[in-house]
């Protein structure tokens, strides 16, 4: 049901976007991905999420410890989907 009000762009951002966050796409689809990001409540949340990971896991491995294994990571999946619903408005 979520995903019916998710517009095409947000599901063709959602597919890149990690590849966005790394520096992996190109100059044209990086540019669509940004101006997204800035116009979309959502998706923006949704790379914000990402990139607090992504400096989470950076800090653990630069600390010498061992990196997040991938339950973890779902675990943190799942509570920025809780937040992405916690974020719409109650039908009131
Ligand atoms: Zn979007």
Redesign the pocket.
């Known amino acids: 049901m979520l995903q019916m009000l998710?517009?095409r762009?947000?599901r063709h951002?959602?597919r890149v976007l990690q590849s966005y966050l790394d520096g992996e796409v190109d100059a044209h689809t990086a540019d669509v991905v940004a101006a997204?990001?800035e116009?979309?409540?959502?998706?923006?949340l949704?790379a914000a999420t990402y990139e607090a990971i992504k400096v989470a896991i950076a800090s653990r491995i630069e600390a010498g410890r061992v990196p997040v294994d991938p339950a973890t990571l779902h675990r943190l999946h799942a509570f920025v989907a809780s937040l992405e619903d916690d974020g719409r408005a109650p039908g009131s």
Do not use: A, D, P
């Open positions: 998710m517009s762009r947000c951002v959602m997204h990001l116009e979309c409540r959502r998706c923006g949704e």
